[in-house]
């Protein structure tokens, strides 16, 4: 990554001691530095890497023979070259800090001639400073993605044209690209505070400009609680900017000090959770805060398993209000 680029402080994955991590700010400043004269000719050869390490796959278990399977292959293939060929950002990548993901395509119906019903999942993930785990960013199933695909068709997305020339088609465009700035926001703003806020803007312009027609869904308030619309509207909104602190502070003060200082981290981490709670008092059933829970049960688990019983007993009432849908893991686990 650039050392000198403004919106995102420098990353770097390192091998130490069997354990592969990433950092960023003055220690990747230094280790950048010590290389810099021996890898400059390598890098002039091979170029920068765009920022996604996507994985696509495209089904149509539903579909039989009524689908042609060299159209899901295209439409797989395009996909991941549109992700991954794509630049989404002014920063630099090199290959180890591409950020892990999956786009997951499971094609339901056909609404017509080359008009697909479809459920989207999304699944983003980061690495975890000194370990080889990596902690979700995002797992997310969107039904509401419906689009116009027909074979060898050009992939084409322009931010000052969303809605592009034929709105079905658009809308595959759209969507994708959306949920790529929601990705590289979050994996932002979990290293550094209020670095996401331009992905997330973006998502919300592509919001704004959404294809529109009868069969589009998602992108507005009245399509449903959980949606396009009001994902990128919690991560934006003035009065919710709260949630940022609490993307930083549980993933780099907490878990990227997990390995070397668990009291620290977890005493973080406890304080994201309340954080989090006293967000959720002033924003009840907001998208964000389910968002960013699920998924997150059996990480809760493991990082405050072996807490003191104190510890546990402050955390547990937090975790089962936060994300009942774990409360029986949490109960078993951690109850003293």
């Known amino acids: ?41 390598i890098n002039f050869a091979k170029g920068t890497c765009q ?9 149509a278990p539903q579909l039989g023979t009524t689908i042609d399977a060299s159209l899901v292959s ?54 975890v400073y000194n370990t080889v785990y990596q902690s979700v ?8 993605f419906t689009f116009k695909y027909r074979p060898y068709q050009r992939l084409e997305f322009n931010a000052s044209q969303v809605a592009g020339t034929e709105p079905l088609a658009a809308n595959l465009t759209a969507t994708i690209a959306y949920y790529i700035n929601i990705i590289l926001g979050l994996d932002y703003d979990s290293f550094e505070l209020g670095k996401g806020q331009p992905f997330f803007k973006n998502a919300q312009n592509i919001v704004l400009a959404a294809p529109k027609a009868s069969n589009i869904r998602g992108w507005q308030s009245f399509d449903g609680q959980r949606n396009r619309y009001y994902l990128a509207n919690n991560l934006t909104a003035a009065n919710m900017q709260d949630i ?13 000090s997990m390995y070397s200082d668990p ?26 805060e389910q968002f960013f829970m699920e998924s997150r049960t ?23 209000e936060l994300n009942a849908n774990g409360g029986t893991k949490f109960n078993e686990a951690l109850k003293n």
Request: net charge positive; aromatic share 8%; glycine share 4%.
């Open 1 to 41: 990554m650039n050392l000198a680029h403004a919106n995102k402080k420098p990353s770097c994955i390192i091998v130490q001691g069997g354990h592969t991590r990433r950092v960023r700010g003055l220690g990747c400043f230094i280790l950048r530095t010590m290389f810099c004269l021996g890898i400059l000719l």
């Open 51 to 59: 920022e996604l390490n996507a994985q696509v796959t495209v089904v």
């Open 74 to 127: 295209n439409l797989e293939k395009q996909l991941t070259d549109f992700i991954n060929q794509r630049k989404w950002t002014t920063d630099q990548f090199q290959p180890e800090e591409k950020i892990n993901c999956n786009f997951s395509i499971a094609l339901t119906s056909i609404a017509a001639q080359d008009v697909y019903e479809a459920r989207l999942t999304v699944q983003a993930a980061r690495p």
């Open 137 to 144: 960013l995002v797992n997310y199933q969107d039904a509401q």
């Open 244 to 256: 940022h602190q609490v993307f930083y502070t549980y993933f780099r003060s907490g878990l990227d």
């Open 263 to 288: 009291k620290t981290a977890r005493s973080n981490i406890l304080n994201a959770l309340k954080e989090l709670q006293k967000f959720n008092t002033q924003h009840p059933n907001s998208m964000i």
């Open 298 to 320: 059996d990480e809760l688990v493991g990082i405050f398993k072996e807490a003191p019983p104190d510890i546990k007993n402050e955390v547990l009432p937090l975790l089962t």
